[in-house]
């Protein structure tokens, strides 16, 4: 029985803390309400987790760990352009000095305060824009420690206890300034199109010489005439064709289905394509799909070796991100799903860029917001 009562005790501790924490006092749940999103508290240590829409991007934010301050994040499809943008620092000067790239787009508040890296600097110069600029100088300015990447903003704060007005706050900054980016986003790079084949040349045709009728008639010949041309047999009846007739050719199979994935139909848009809140998508996943073993193939968009990861579990592995579906999204058009996908470690160095693998593996959990699934103990196929 003490046993018993001492759990009993602890539920009741337990229960009481998170009402408490449910109050009007509790700055995260007042800033969810301002801000129309849902929140939710970890178990047991009731570490707070806010999402949702915020000016049509999903928004998260949250404690990650104990100990550990509040973090801000927006999510956005990637640019395509392998974007990364932060506050310019003294180690970042120096590394520029010593040759890491650091992409200039002509504005000096611009150049001088923010340090670029990106894979399309032509690009980047047009989306811009000096209204763009000025948004992101002014970010910067009043949140040093915000990162700019190619799918997302992130704004880690330097307490685990702000107020309900710095939540709003920087929520509401960071969420503006991300529409401004998305809404000034570069096309897509045009694929290349293959050469067409270069048509056969024409065969020259040989047509029989005219014959000389002086020249006929010398050699004791006349030229043939209409009056001397010879008259045809009457046609006969073609006689029955007799042996083995020549077998018809078989009928054209039918196209071979789609290969299995070990995904329902309709998976990636049921998953990503309503802009849903990740807490509905990573429940609905968890119920049917959490260790799916999956067939999948696409196009490699970075390879590298690590040592293990902060959304799963996987000890030393090649991390890969692979491009293997695209669906259509009422806010961005066409939009690419991608699998990140482990696979034994000592593989990056031959999954380049552009590389098309096709792979197996355990499907361990979905991210909504970035529209990216996860794939462990992985192995190429072919």
């Known amino acids: 029985m003490g046993v018993v009562a001492v759990v009993v005790v602890v539920l009741i501790i337990v229960f009481f803390l998170a009402m408490r ?27 707070p987790r806010v999402e949702g829409m915020v ?30 943008l932060e506050r310019e620092t003294t180690i970042s000067r120096t590394m520029g000095e010593l040759g890491q790239t650091d992409t200039q787009v002509g504005e000096a508040a611009f150049d001088n305060m923010l340090k670029v890296n990106t894979s399309r600097p032509d690009a980047l110069q047009k989306m811009m824009t000096p209204q763009l600029r000025r948004s992101l100088v002014q970010l910067l300015d009043a949140y040093p420690k915000m990162l700019i990447e ?14 309900q007005e710095e939540i709003v706050r920087i929520t509401t900054a960071v969420a503006a300034a991300a529409h401004q980016l ?16 270069p048509k056969p040349a024409a065969q020259p045709t040989s047509t029989p010489a005219p014959i000389d009728q002086d020249q006929g008639a010398k050699a004791g010949t006349a030229a043939p005439g209409p009056s001397s041309r010879p008259t045809p047999p009457d046609r006969q009846p073609a006689a029955p064709v007799t042996g083995s007739a020549q077998p018809e050719s078989p009928p054209t199979p039918p196209p071979a289905p789609p290969p299995s994935t070990g995904l329902p139909d309709g998976f990636f848009e049921e998953a990503f394509g309503a802009n849903r809140l990740s807490f509905e998508s990573e429940d609905n996943f968890e119920e049917q799909l959490g260790g799916t073993v999956v067939s999948l193939s696409g196009t490699v968009k970075q390879a590298r070796e690590v040592e293990d990861d902060t959304k799963v579990s996987v000890g030393p592995s090649t991390k890969v991100t692979v491009t293997v579906a695209q669906i259509d ?48 103990n992985a192995r190429l196929q072919g």
């Open 150 to 163: 190619d799918g997302g903003m992130t704004y880690v704060s330097d307490t685990a206890e702000p107020t």
């Open 329 to 376: 999204n009422d806010l961005y058009g066409k939009t690419d799903i991608d699998a990140i996908v482990f696979l034994p470690k000592g593989n990056a160095q031959r999954l380049d860029r552009g590389t098309h693998i096709a792979f197996t593996g355990s499907l361990e959990t979905i991210d909504p917001f970035m529209r990216n699934l996860f794939v462990t």
């Open 21 to 47: 924490t449910s109050g009007a006092n509790d700055p995260f749940q007042a800033a969810a309400a301002s801000l129309g999103l849902k929140l939710t508290r970890s178990v047991p240590d009731l570490l």
């Open 55 to 84: 000016n049509g991007l999903p928004i998260r934010i949250d404690i990650p760990d104990r100990g550990a301050t509040a973090r801000y994040r927006v999510f956005y499809p990637p640019l395509g352009m392998a974007l990364r």
């Open 182 to 197: 998305v809404a000034n986003r570069p096309p897509p790079l045009e694929k290349p199109q293959p050469r067409p084949r």
